[in-house]
């Protein structure tokens, strides 16, 4: 029986055992504060994406979570795709916003511009959009719109660590990113995420610090003060050094998931995939399938490990709307992730397209 072949692996190094071991030894492995290799990772970070400013936290649920903290969303409307992890419109609807749900492209998955325009009202305050298994959304597009009706680009990056738009980093067009660092991400550590601030929001690091941590502000060895509240969304010591080790990798390993994506692109004999794009991280590739729940047994029989992004959240319990998004919920029935990440061998990668293509 052939090795399966798994959907997500994190690229695990000697660099990245050694400096686990380090900091195990060293009995320092967090704190509140964000000292050491947490500050380090947040100061590369900033300047692998040519951000205003950074702060790290312990998950991408944390950054957004946070990030939206950061505005006023009472009695306002956030405009977000359905075709995300629910983690991105739970931060709406935690922060006292309204979801709006915008439908997305038929080629990319991200969220539609057009579609953004037609749900401007006058209570929109946020664009939040999603950059769908690594592609870019239409950023420039997105950008004029929040000129033109004063509103706010709030970003989720989960997967786009070290994607590009026009020539820049995601994580320096918007006024506020988030990043996910999660085990399965691009750039992984064992629980991580970042909220880069750009524009008039560089100035809210301070109040992002102390949020991060119970609302602890104004500290001076054990004195301090709590003017708000805050949680404990600190990121720990283990993932920051796992953090910078992964960061220097992260440029090479994004090179070779772009490799398999190229082939994907090209030797899956299907209509609907993913298409091919030098600016994306490729943190997902997918496929759309007629017979989902099928394939996906074919592949699992076959040991390759397939999985769902996402079912869509305006069809969730919580969110649900009488609204109609027909490529999102054409994408509810028949997308399907496929293994892309830098531990594929060739020789896998040939299984993988071979046996894709005998079971669609
Ligand atoms: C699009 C998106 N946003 C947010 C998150 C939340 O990130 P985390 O799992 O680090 O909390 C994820 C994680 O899967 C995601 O895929």
Redesign the pocket.
Known sequence: MAKKIKLFDPSVGTKEQQVTQQVLKSHFWASGAGIGHVKKFEDSFRKFIDSDNCVAV???????NLALSLIDLKGKEVIVPSL??V??VNAILLNGGKPVFADVKHDTMCIDPHHIEKLITKKTKVILP???AGMPCDLDKIQQMCKKNDLILIE?A??ASGAKFMGKRIGSHGDIV?F???P??NLAMP???LIAINSEHRKMRDVLLARRWCGITNRNNFEYDVKEVGWNYYMNEISAAIGLVQLKKLDAMNRTRRQIAKRYSKEINLERKMPFDENCSY?LYWLMVKNRKKFMEKMFNAGIETGI??RPVHTMSLYKKNISLPITETAGKGIVSIPIHQNLSDAEVDRIIRTVNQNV
């Open positions: 312990n998950s991408g649920t944390a950054a957004l995300t992890f983690a991105t999603v950059h769908y989720d989960a997967h988030c996910s660092f999660h399965v991400k629980t991580g995420g943190h992004h996402y």
